[in-house]
């Protein structure tokens, strides 16, 4: 409870007054002292009325999980036991700082008992990953006579477990892309371009003559042809800089996160496709590795580990651990490597690495494209801090391109993508690389 502004600007009236009159008119102080009775008189009793209208239940509704980027509505039912809620009630939620909390929105309803009650819902955008609680709900209404102002402090002691972003898997998004690699009607257009044997057909007008299975055809007295397909079974290591650049903010959320998706989605593809997916993380060091197993074994896992990866602070040592990768593997894989950096001079000793793994393996190095810079580049005021900062845009997105040329000279594959476009950028990136063999 705190006085409202109504009453502060009535005993800064009633104040004023005291002082004028005290000098002026001295025997009218049982007046002033009448009037100040009456304001404590009127401030109590609106206290007592407020006091016992104010009494309430409060229920909470939280759900237990949800996933980065996205929201998560938080939802309290308010039950006074007389009365009801007014409808100026303001709500604040105390809770990490990882959960910023959007506009409240109060609306009163009628309980099948026939009691008020009002909805409160709050709106918790997910920024980052971890586990993050909800402590108090703190309500402020104005009393009856506006003098004061209530505030109820209810503790809610509620959790949140804040995931890696699956929501393509769970839509069929990745399914939609991969069908091309599935077995069904657009598996047609792989055919016969693969090194994997799929079945024998009939030949039909319009095939390929080079396809004809002669010896089959000879045994069974009919032309057949060998139908391809592209080979499975490859394995695929996920590799994930942890480092302090992947922890820089981009579009709302970190480059860990936005990489830690796309890897969870790739996973997921790559069991669709029928190849064996692996894990593995580091930053000044190597962290967490993970053997190749078959995609949709290997998902969970990797959502788990991947709910863990903390937010590191240290700067990345791709020497130490590209050359421990290197060292764990035993047949030539598709690496898909999530990192980032920050100049041409600072990526020298991450080239040097990579060009080591790209002898053995095929390597898709994979970058986040801040999209801000493209605004920088093209000011649409022309000043001198916009002009500085054009021109420093325009150096950063020269020396990226120059990064990303010297990897392509050395035969990695790269995806420099903007953060909304990742996920189905490395999807549509990795149809292509089983549909050509590349791997």
């Given at each position: 409870m705190?006085?409202?502004?109504?009453l502060i600007?009535?005993?800064?009236?009633?104040?004023?007054?005291?002082?004028?009159v005290s000098?002026?008119?001295?025997?009218?102080g049982y007046?002033?002292?009448?009037?100040?009775?009456?304001?404590?008189?009127?401030?109590?009793?609106?206290?007592?009325?407020?006091?016992?209208?104010?009494?309430?239940?409060v229920?909470?509704?939280l759900?237990?999980?949800?996933?980065?980027?996205?929201?998560?509505?938080?939802?309290?039912?308010?039950?006074?036991?007389?009365?009801?809620?007014?409808?100026?009630?303001?709500?604040?939620?105390?809770?990490?700082p990882?959960?910023?909390?959007?506009?409240s929105?109060?609306?009163?309803?009628?309980?099948?008992?026939?009691?008020?009650?009002?909805?409160?819902?709050?709106?918790?955008h997910?920024?980052?990953?971890?586990?993050y609680?909800?402590?108090?709900?703190?309500?402020?209404?104005?009393?009856?006579?506006?003098?004061?102002?209530?505030?109820?402090?209810?503790?809610?002691?509620?959790?949140?477990?804040?995931?890696?972003?699956?929501?393509?898997v769970?839509?069929?998004?990745i399914r939609?892309?991969?069908?091309?690699?599935?077995?069904?009607?657009?598996?047609?257009?792989?055919?016969?371009?693969?090194?994997?044997?799929?079945?024998?057909?009939e030949f039909?007008?319009?095939?390929d003559?080079?396809?004809?299975?002669?010896?089959?055809?000879?045994?069974?007295?009919?032309?057949?042809v060998?139908?391809?397909r592209?080979?499975?079974?490859?394995?695929?290591?996920?590799?994930?800089?942890?480092?302090?650049l992947?922890?820089?903010?981009?579009?709302?959320?970190?480059?860990?996160?936005?990489?830690?998706?796309?890897?969870?989605?790739?996973?997921?593809?790559?069991?669709?496709?029928?190849?064996?997916?692996?894990?593995?993380?580091?930053d000044?060091?190597?962290?967490?590795?993970?053997?190749?197993?078959?995609?949709?074994?290997?998902?969970?896992?990797?959502?788990t580990?991947?709910?863990?990866?903390?937010?590191?602070?240290?700067?990345?040592?791709?020497?130490?651990?590209?050359t421990?990768?290197?060292g764990r593997?035993?047949?030539?894989?598709?690496?898909?490597?999530?990192?980032?950096?920050?100049?041409?001079i600072?990526?020298?000793?991450m080239?040097?690495?990579?060009?080591?793994l790209?002898?053995?393996?095929?390597?898709?190095?994979?970058?986040?494209?801040?999209?801000?810079?493209?605004k920088?580049?093209?000011?649409?005021?022309?000043?001198?801090?916009?002009?500085?900062?054009?021109?420093?845009a325009?150096?950063?997105?020269?020396?990226?391109?120059?990064?990303?040329?010297k990897?392509?000279?050395?035969?990695?594959?790269?995806?420099?993508?903007?953060?909304?476009?990742?996920t189905?950028?490395?999807?549509?990136?990795?149809?292509?690389?089983?549909?050509?063999?590349?791997?």
């Amino acid at each position: 409870m705190r006085p409202s502004r109504y009453l502060i600007a009535l005993v800064l009236i009633l104040a004023a007054v005291t002082v004028f009159v005290s000098v002026w008119w001295r025997d009218m102080g049982y007046l002033l002292l009448g009037l100040w009775v009456a304001l404590a008189a009127l401030t109590a009793g609106d206290l007592v009325m407020s006091a016992l209208s104010g009494r309430m239940t409060v229920e909470f509704d939280l759900p237990p999980q949800g996933f980065v980027g996205h929201t998560a509505t938080f939802m309290a039912t308010i039950r006074p036991r007389k009365g009801a809620v007014p409808d100026d009630t303001e709500i604040r939620l105390d809770c990490a700082p990882q959960l910023v909390v959007g506009e409240s929105r109060l609306a009163s309803a009628l309980s099948v008992s026939g009691e008020k009650s009002a909805g409160a819902s709050l709106d918790l955008h997910l920024t980052r990953r971890g586990r993050y609680a909800v402590h108090d709900l703190w309500l402020k209404w104005p009393s009856r006579l506006k003098l004061l102002e209530m505030i109820a402090r209810m503790p809610v002691g509620k959790e949140i477990a804040v995931l890696p972003d699956i929501s393509p898997v769970l839509s069929g998004a990745i399914r939609t892309q991969i069908l091309p690699l599935e077995a069904g009607q657009k598996d047609l257009r792989l055919r016969g371009e693969g090194s994997e044997f799929h079945q024998l057909r009939e030949f039909v007008s319009g095939m390929d003559p080079r396809s004809i299975d002669w010896k089959r055809s000879a045994r069974m007295r009919n032309l057949v042809v060998r139908e391809m397909r592209a080979e499975r079974n490859h394995q695929i290591i996920l590799c994930i800089d942890s480092g302090r650049l992947m922890a820089e903010q981009l579009g709302g959320f970190t480059k860990l996160d936005r990489a830690i998706n796309a890897a969870l989605a790739m996973c997921w593809a790559g069991g669709l496709a029928g190849d064996l997916v692996g894990f593995y993380s580091f930053d000044s060091r190597p962290r967490l590795f993970v053997p190749a197993l078959p995609g949709r074994a290997a998902f969970p896992r990797l959502q788990t580990m991947c709910a863990e990866l903390r937010y590191e602070t240290q700067e990345s040592n791709h020497t130490l651990g590209l050359t421990h990768l290197s060292g764990r593997l035993k047949r030539r894989s598709l690496i898909v490597i999530f990192s980032d950096f920050v100049d041409s001079i600072t990526a020298e000793l991450m080239i040097e690495n990579i060009q080591v793994l790209a002898r053995h393996h095929f390597i898709v190095y994979v970058a986040l494209r801040d999209p801000m810079l493209a605004k920088l580049v093209e000011p649409e005021e022309v000043t001198l801090d916009a002009i500085a900062r054009s021109v420093a845009a325009r150096q950063i997105l020269q020396e990226r391109r120059t990064v990303m040329e010297k990897l392509a000279r050395l035969g990695v594959l790269c995806l420099d993508s903007t953060p909304e476009a990742l996920t189905s950028d490395l999807i549509a990136r990795y149809v292509e690389i089983k549909s050509r063999e590349m791997i």
